[in-house]
């Protein structure tokens, strides 16, 4: 039997949701910082878009599953209606996660894009007076701080591709127990096949020696009725010359 597959998926879902919820964090740090044109803050948006599309086709195929199971029935499954109510609620909280998001993303970027050109990375007038008033950070800190951000970034991406093959190794295991198990259906079948062809050559075999026994019985009952009828008209010819 194969095993479910479903709290090893949820658990990749889990950790692909984590690092989408960091990679947001980055995000909308780099965008309180940087101007709209950063390549650094493009690049974080489209790193967050990226994981939230592949979070987004793992959780399609979970809630697939889950649909499968619910239009069967779970205790077909041996699951129970709590378990099942538990699977749809978290298929929902991801969901709900992933469209808050990415709404977020599309929002920002639309305001952006109706915002004039000229105030584009330009601060507000307040915050320009309070950058007087305090000393600016040095460049090298601003260098060290993107180098520092970019590698977490980095190695989220490597978390996120960890986390997409362990779901496809999961997958894989899961066809190589089902065609393992089709095999063995497939040698049942061979060995089904091969016992019934056996009876039926057993079967015909005993219907032929049943046709030649009544054959036989047959004729012994004709050849025995013929001697009694002589018998009978032996006797009865006696008789008559007797009388």
Same mark, same amino acid.
């Given at each position: 039997?194969?095993?479910?597959? &479903? ?10 949701? +984590?690092?989408?919820? /960091?990679?947001?964090?980055? &995000? ?7 101007? %709209? %044109? ?10 967050? $878009? ?20 619910? +239009? ?9 209606? *709590? =378990? ?5 609620? &978290? ?17 920002? /970027? ?6 004039? +050109? ?8 307040? *915050? ?19 180098? +520092? =951000? ?12 960890? *986390? ?37 050559? $057993? ?13 036989? /019985?047959?004729? /012994? ?23």
């Amino acid at each position: 039997m194969s095993t479910d597959p &479903y709290h090893a998926v949820q658990q990749e879902i889990q950790t692909s949701l +984590q690092t989408a919820s /960091t990679l947001r964090a980055s &995000y909308l740090r780099i965008r309180s910082t940087a101007r %709209d %044109d950063s390549e650094e803050l493009v690049w974080a948006r489209n790193e967050l $878009k990226a994981t939230l599309a592949a979070l987004e086709a793992d959780l399609e195929d979970l809630e697939e599953s889950v649909k499968v199971v619910e +239009q069967t029935g779970a205790r077909m499954f041996g699951l129970e209606e *709590s =378990e099942l109510m538990e699977r749809q609620r &978290y298929v929902s909280h991801v969901r709900r996660e992933i469209q808050t998001m990415r709404a977020e993303i599309e929002t920002d /970027t639309l305001g952006r894009r109706s915002r004039p +050109q000229s105030q584009i990375g330009l601060p507000a007038p307040s *915050s320009r007076v309070s950058s007087r008033a305090t000393s600016p950070a040095p460049g090298d800190d601003q260098a060290e701080w993107a180098k +520092q =951000e970019q590698e977490m970034i980095i190695r989220q991406q490597d978390q996120t591709l960890d *986390s997409i093959g362990g779901t496809l190794s999961t997958l894989a295991e899961q066809a190589g127990l089902m065609g393992r198990e089709i095999m063995e259906h497939n040698e049942m079948l061979d060995d089904l096949e091969q016992g019934v062809d056996h009876s039926g050559v $057993k079967l015909d075999s005993a219907m032929t020696r049943m046709k030649r026994f009544i054959r036989q /019985t047959e004729e /012994t009952k004709s050849g025995w009725c013929i001697i009694i009828l002589i018998i009978i008209l032996m006797v009865l010819l006696l008789l008559v010359i007797l009388l």
